[in-house]
């Protein structure tokens, strides 16, 4: 069966300093892999998508960035944290589309709470 | 999202049923769900429906597809404290998802 992990768990970091985070998927191969950021007592804003190793689609323009190192891994990233950086980072996968399916469906990781102080 | 629109809170007696609305602007969308995050965790899915039906019952969960209104219900039969969360109705799209704003469901005794 497929597991999605993504740590840390919690992380308290100043303004300023890096961030990285990390998402790896088990148990399947060639996921889409996302990232999506949840504001306190907000919905889910995505932040990125990739389809493949190397590919990176940005949705909304930050300081943050992702990489796919490996085909199961998904890195996001930061040079300089904001506060508004703040929030609890999900990271999702789901099946690379197949016909008739439904590879839509995504599988959400248990998070990273990040307070930037 | 803005394209998914769904109230903000919902209070529910234990023991009563839990009715929580949706509406999706996607007519394309091929699959409609329903997701649930308890306090501090992930999302976790809960049902879907393909866009061709316009019913789906999974136990204690009914979702009603309205596809000409685009309105998406989730219906949870006798609730109880365990299903105290937050629920966000999704749209699928080309490669994504587009989440709603989440309904906070508050169960009291």
């Known amino acids: 069966s497929q597991t999605i992990h993504q740590w840390p768990a919690t992380l308290v970091q100043p303004v300023g300093s890096p961030l990285s985070l990390e998402c790896t998927v088990e148990g399947t191969s060639n996921p889409n892999l996302y990232w999506y950021r949840q504001a306190a007592g907000r919905g889910l804003q995505l932040l990125f998508y990739?389809?493949?190793?190397?590919?990176i689609s940005s949705e909304v323009p930050q300081n943050l960035s992702a990489s796919r190192p490996q085909d199961r891994q998904f890195i996001l990233s930061s040079k300089k944290l904001l506060l508004s950086d703040s929030g609890f980072y999900l990271c999702a996968w789901n099946q690379a589309r197949t016909s008739g399916g439904i590879g839509e469906t995504q599988y959400f990781g248990p998070g990273t709470r990040l307070l930037v102080l | 999202g803005e394209d998914v629109e769904q109230s903000l809170f919902l209070s529910v007696r234990e023991g009563d049923s839990s009715v929580i609305n949706c509406t999706y602007t996607?007519?394309?969308?091929?699959?409609l769900y329903w997701y649930k995050q308890e306090p501090g965790a992930g999302l976790q899915l809960l049902t879907y429906?393909?866009?061709?039906?316009d019913m789906k019952q999974d136990q204690r969960l009914t979702v009603l597809l309205n596809k000409k209104d685009k309105h998406l219900s989730l219906r949870i039969a006798d609730t109880q404290t365990g299903d105290s969360a937050i629920y966000f109705c999704?749209?699928?799209?080309?490669?994504?998802?587009?989440f709603g704003a989440g309904t906070t469901v508050t169960v009291r005794a």
């Open positions: 990739s389809v493949g190793i190397g590919q």
């Open positions: 999704a749209e699928s799209g080309d490669y994504k998802l587009s």
């Open positions: 429906i393909f866009s061709n039906m």
């Open positions: 996607d007519s394309s969308s091929t699959y």
